[in-house]
């Protein structure tokens, strides 16, 4: 079992991380096209990360445009075991007031205009994610977040919306009818490529605005979410700092099965699956496509 190598994705507001050694930005090629920004290398609390800001250095990148599966893939490639995303979010329900941090575990995925799937035509590929975020991942958030005096809170759905736009107030109400915590436009498809690619994901979601439905609250807008983030940012800086060191003694696969998602996943016959697809799967899928059987 290879050692665990953390990938950060860093959302708005978030395109670096302080104290990093041995930093080298490092461009990755992926079949799946050009990841949002060159990868950075590096080791922190003496455990190896890979950071990669989600929109590009600068915000280049708007939510739609992003190519999830060339970051995700990058990643594997890089040889991460498990991914930090960081989010900035909107809150649906009183208690995720701004300032307050969700370790998402459950999404609504209402996106529509994006790549969602390694899997195709030439090798058809099904994965689980009724349980989409790893457990062992959010253990650890939740063993460090209140020690830093962070208002962290574990569980909540994350609406996933296509954007760029924010919501109108009739999408805020009925989102917050059935039952959402937080909305944002960026951790679907990631978290399912994630799963797909056999790599631990937990969304750390950063309340920045209520939305548009709060009528003590403005309705959310980039100058709102950019002020709120300056405090959240070197929150979630801290919150990395402290978790890098638990998440670098996991030993051995996590047990919820994250890491062997494709086990029996991949339903085309070996002998019609297409070779081109296949080779653009090596990283993802190479366990178990490469396996003897
Ligand atoms: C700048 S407000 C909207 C923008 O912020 C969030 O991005 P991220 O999830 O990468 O932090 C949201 O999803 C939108 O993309
Ligand atoms: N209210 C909101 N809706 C969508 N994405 C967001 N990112 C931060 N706040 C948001």
Redesign the pocket.
Known sequence: MARPRIGIIGG?GLYQIDGLTDVEWRRVESPYGAPSDELCFGRLEGVDVVFLPRHGRGHRISPTEINYRANIDALKRSGVTDILSLS???GLQERYAPGTFVIVDQFIDRTFAREKSFFGTGCVGHVSVARPVCPRLGDALMEVGPGLGIDILRGGTYMV?E?PQ??TFAESELYRSWGCAV???TNMPEAKLAREAEICYASVAMV??Y?CWHQGHDD?SVEM?VRVLMGNAEKAKALVKSVLPHLGGHEGPCHAGCQTALEHAIMTAPEVRDPAVLARLDAVAGRVLNRRS
């Open positions: 708005s900035a979010v909107g919306m954007g924010f919501s909305i944002g436009m920045t605005d939305d959310v979410v």
